[in-house]
RNA sequence: GGCCCCAUCGUCUAGUGGCCCAGGACAUUAGCUUCUCAGGCUAAAGACCGGGGUUCGAGUCCCCGUGGGGCUACCA
């Protein structure tokens, strides 16, 4: 059974390049019809955090990256380290060693590894044949004095013990992979098949740092980015599936995966291509799960109470899915739609409302108010027998006037319908239709920026635009 | 310093000796679309690190140089 593992360690938050490991150890348990083991290397007590381990587990669930067995914890296979450590004590093959500095003198010895020269080969996976020579290597400690067994050591006694077969991880481990074979050896055991996949890079050269932005998983999620496409942008940064296309679902991925494909430079990240990406996968979502993605951040911004209209909301995202590139900038794209009518407006949002002459901005209100809301009556019975999620028709109590007209569509309103009225007030004055459009959008939003204006004023609806327009003219003295 | 790894447009990559005067994507620039921005569409610009070999033929194989990265902990 082929079985391969990711193993973190809860020292940090789930870095980028850790999930892009964790990924293609997926990928490659997927393709092969593997197992994917998670194991937490938590063996160093002191920078290890419980609940970091959490965080980490959250985030591998968030992208998707759900594994099979574990997860293990080697603070708990500490008895497991030590057995082994005495064995090749006992077999000569290691040896105590006092501790040298005064701090650890209360302290036990380590017991450390003896070294034999010799020349050690690896093929892996991705680089293809390395030699090694160990006679620069120096002993090795296995466990340390406070007890705790040092990584290279309890590595190769866990993925032993978990019957790993292939080892995918990070090409810092290159130079770690003679120490780890050199275990095997001692203690008589298989020798593992190995595959170590390039680091991700910042801009500048060097490791992808928070120097340089967010490195962490979970920034990325609180941002707004849809795990489907940091998934599919990791994957992507190092391996390329045939063929030209850029979009690969996670599922396409395991169709395709091969380790051999994978290259051997390491790659450096780029925000850039992950926002287009994002955007790519935002524009595809259907709005219904973009609105239920949406929610948690106008929330968050104080946009939205528990009693928000879902509806209403489908609208709203509806015109901002083609502009986002990560699902936080929707709270200051679309604020207008959830405040009340606004009293302060920019100093350029000013000059471009004061352009449009009195005359024809009572003109516009007077159109808009004059565009019909609602359904005919008839019209909005249909809609709610249709709407209303009662079982079995016959129970359906006739809704009240009132009911009716607050649940009736309101076909009336679109954005056909405000453009027609905008439109014939352009033509009667002979204005351009900027001229009309930038002052409008302006008074309505205090943006120079934002989606088509008529859709919009739809949205926001006949009596919140009508009202608008209203204060912003009285507040500006027009 | 020692050991190990890597090297195609600014970035991610395709390319496994002839299909490559090197293809795609992001970013950039220009045009079109339009009420703005974004988007979309079209186009342009942009790379085989250098030097030696091998071969009829090299981005592709070998060597050297240069550059980058990793390891060199009783960190993982």
């Given at each position: ?14 870095h ?185 890079m910042e801009?500048g050269?060097g490791r992808l740092s928070k120097r340089y932005g967010?490195t ?263």
């Amino acid at each position: 059974m082929l079985k391969v593992r990711f193993a973190p360690s809860p020292t940090g938050s789930l870095h980028l390049g850790s999930a892009r490991t964790a990924l293609f150890n997926f990928l490659f348990a997927g393709n092969k019809k593997g197992r994917f083991v998670l194991r937490i290397e938590d063996s160093d007590r002191e920078r290890s955090d419980k609940k970091l381990v959490e965080e980490i587990l959250e985030d591998l669930r968030w992208l998707g990256l759900q594994w099979d067995e574990g997860p293990y914890f080697q603070s708990e296979r500490i008895d497991l380290y030590k057995k082994y450590a005495e064995k090749l004590l006992n077999e000569g093959k290691a040896y105590l060693e006092k501790a040298q500095s005064a701090k650890r003198k209360a302290q036990s010895a380590a017991i450390v590894f003896k070294v034999h020269p010799q020349k050690i080969k690896i093929n892996d996976l991705i680089y293809g044949e390395i030699e090694f020579d160990t006679s620069v290597l120096k002993d090795q400690v296995l466990m340390k004095s406070d007890g705790s067994p040092t990584y290279n050591f309890a590595c190769v006694i866990d993925d032993h013990q978990l019957r790993i077969t292939h080892i995918i991880r990070g090409d810092d481990h290159i130079s770690n992979t003679p120490k780890q074979i050199m275990f095997y050896q001692a203690l008589g055991w298989q020798i593992p098949e190995f595959a170590h996949i390039p680091l991700i890079m910042e801009p500048g050269g060097g490791r992808l740092s928070k120097r340089y932005g967010a490195t962490a998983v979970g920034e990325y999620r609180q941002k707004g980015y849809l795990s489907e496409a940091l998934i599919n942008y990791l994957a992507l940064l190092g391996w390329a599936p045939a063929g030209t296309r850029e979009i690969v679902s996670l599922d396409e991925m395991i169709s395709k995966f091969s380790l051999s494909k994978i290259n051997k430079t390491k790659a450096i990240f780029n925000i850039d291509k992950l926002n287009w990406l994002n955007a790519q996968y935002i524009k595809q979502t259907e709005t219904k799960r973009m609105v239920e993605l949406c929610i948690p951040f106008l929330r968050k911004d104080g946009l939205i109470s528990n009693d928000y209209d879902f509806s209403h909301l489908e609208k709203i995202v509806d015109l901002f899915k083609g502009r986002l590139k990560y699902l936080s900038q929707i709270s200051a794209m679309a604020d207008y739609f959830f405040l009340p009518a606004r009293l302060k407006y920019s100093k350029e949002a000013k000059t471009v409302i004061k352009k449009l002459d009195k005359e024809i901005w009572q003109e516009l209100i007077k159109r808009l108010d004059n565009i019909d809301d609602f359904t005919p009556l008839e019209k909005a019975v249909d809609f709610n027998r249709r709407s209303l999620p009662i079982k079995g028709d016959g129970g359906l109590k006739p809704p009240s006037p009132q009911t009716l007209r607050e649940r009736s569509s309101p076909t009336g309103f679109t954005a056909d319908n405000v453009e027609k009225a905008c439109r014939e007030i352009i033509a009667e004055k002979g204005i351009k239709g900027a001229e009309l459009i930038h002052p409008l959008r302006a008074a309505l939003t205090n943006m120079p920026v934002g989606p088509g204006l008529f859709e919009l004023i739809s949205v926001l609806g006949k009596k919140k635009a009508i009202e608008r327009l209203k204060v912003c003219l009285a507040t500006l003295g027009i």
